[in-house]
């Protein structure tokens, strides 16, 4: 019983720690509303479509691993959202050669962003991509540059924004 007693003021003690130090938060409701107007008004001077697009579910075999991957044409988007893929994942960070597809894929599976960028991206959008997202956790932007059909980006699109079954096109 006293060791009961001593456990739960041990608890108690810790848990009003915690409230007495915990910071305050840093912004208001106003201040995160301000940032995230100024963001949308950012994606939408850089040619961002206005609304994220859905990506279709694969038919079925999104969470198929395989190493025979399906031609990009199969993929229900350009660049896919989703879809069979390899049972590795792709390191987040820059690149300046495209990486697996497969090993893409199965990052955004497990909440990965990706910023595909086209090969003929001016040389300072691509530093500014480097500087402003280079480094953070779970995202992944490289060039979007594969053989065949479905491995260019659309006519006139410099990036896609990506998440597993969410797409947003960027013309600037």
């Known amino acids: 019983m006293l060791w009961g007693l001593v456990v739960l003021g041990i ?5 009003g720690l915690v409230i007495v130090t915990r910071p305050e938060p840093t912004a208001t409701a106003q201040e995160r509303q301000t940032e995230l107007d100024n963001a949308t ?9 206005a609304e994220v697009a859905d ?6 075999q999104d969470g198929v691993h395989t190493e025979d991957l399906p031609p990009l044409t199969e993929s ?5 959202g989703s ?3 390899f049972a590795v994942t792709q390191s987040a960070g820059f690149y300046d050669t495209p990486p697996e597809i497969g090993r893409v894929l199965h990052s955004m599976e497990h909440a990965a962003a990706v910023v595909w ?4 991206i001016d040389d300072q959008a ?3 991509l480097r500087y402003y997202l280079d480094g953070l956790e779970k995202v992944i932007i490289a060039p979007y540059d594969y053989e065949g059909e479905g491995g260019q980006l659309p006519q006139g699109t410099e990036m896609v924004l990506m998440a597993w ?3 947003r096109f960027c013309d600037d």
């Open 76 to 80: 229900p988007s350009q660049p896919p």
């Open 165 to 167: 079954h969410k797409m």
């Open 55 to 60: 990506v279709e579910e694969f038919l079925g």
């Open 41 to 49: 008004t950012t994606i939408g001077a850089a040619g961002c479509d």
């Open 126 to 128: 691509l530093e500014d």
């Open 83 to 85: 879809g069979p893929h």
């Open 11 to 15: 608890a108690a003690g810790i848990v």
């Open 117 to 120: 960028y086209a090969p003929d």
